[in-house]
């Protein structure tokens, strides 16, 4: 009788956990763009210039202490003969970055000025890129982790302002670079290259928008790749929740899928094409005009 009296309390307590709401039913509250508001952790506004922290600058700071940190530590700790696991990835990573991208990129002549800042470029945006699919709490919601947000997933560079900065950098530099490199009116001229005279204001002009938009490119590229990339996980995610039923759990295959994809093949990629790119453009404006 004991064991009779024991299956069935097992067997309610299978369907207790298994019983699910009716799909009719009121789901949670649930707002993917929530977890895109930078509101302040710290308050820091003086006058129009804003330096409150907020998510966006906690993910800035925890890339620029990996790199920082992490650096100084494998380096201080002696580039050995036989290798570990923490100096292979380093070796390889710089390998990557100086034949991939700089020397893929960049002119010989501007290659030892120029390739720590796109080495810079491509390693803060990827491990940037990398960190935000890892949890952290810093969510819009609070629930079981007490005074703590709860765990959640977001990308600096899935702020427009943060991809914006770094594709001003780089178009800065270039104009600078081709400034030094040919002189206020010789770089003109680069902008413009051999073509009938009538032809030439046309060309000019569209040289100047190509330029602006170069500054757009790279910027809403990896704006639209990151946050794109978040939000169809977030949504995924979100579905079981808002279906409030097993039926919700057909997309929990689907969040795994598009974290993975994002994770494996994007974060890397537009941190290489956005370094790649900024190499080109620094490298065409050292070059003498064709």
């Known amino acids: 009788m004991n064991r009779v009296r024991l299956r069935l309390s097992a067997l309610a307590a299978l369907a207790a956990l ?16 929530q977890e895109f508001k930078l509101d302040p952790y ?31 530590v494998i380096v201080r700790a002696g580039m050995r003969q036989k290798p570990g696991k923490a100096q292979n990835v380093l070796e390889i990573a710089y390998e990557f970055a100086e034949t991939q991208v700089g020397r893929a990129s960049l002119p010989a002549k501007a290659f030892p000025t120029w390739f720590p800042y796109i080495a810079t470029l491509f390693f803060f945006i990827a491990v940037n890129n990398l960190i935000s699919f890892i949890p952290f709490p810093i969510s819009s919601e609070s629930g079981g982790l007490g005074f703590l947000p709860d ?60 330029q602006l938009l170069r500054l757009v490119s790279l910027s ?48 890397g990629l537009q941190a290489f094409i ?13 070059e003498a005009p064709h």
């Open 274 to 286: 956005f370094a790649l790119l900024s190499g080109i453009y620094i490298g065409y404006a050292v």
């Open 151 to 210: 765990f959640g997933l977001y990308a600096a560079t899935a702020n427009i302002n943060v991809t914006l900065t770094l594709a001003a950098m780089t178009f800065l530099l270039t104009h600078i670079v081709g400034v030094r490199a040919h002189g206020p009116l010789g770089y003109l001229k680069t902008l413009v290259p051999d073509a009938p005279g009538a032809v030439k204001p046309f060309i000019f002009v569209i040289e100047v928008l190509s």
């Open 220 to 267: 809403v590229r990896l704006f639209a790749n990151l946050l794109a990339g978040h939000l169809l996980i977030i949504m995924a995610a979100g579905f079981t929740v808002l279906v409030g039923s097993y039926v919700g759990a057909v997309a929990i295959p689907f969040a795994l899928f598009f974290y993975v994809f994002e994770w494996v093949l994007v974060a």
């Open 42 to 72: 710290l308050n820091l506004k003086f006058g129009a210039i804003d330096l409150s922290v907020n998510k966006a600058v906690v993910y800035l700071l925890v890339t620029t202490a990996i790199l920082c940190i992490g650096g100084i």
């Open 18 to 33: 298994l019983a699910v709401p009716a799909l009719g039913a009121a789901a949670p509250k649930f707002d993917p763009s």
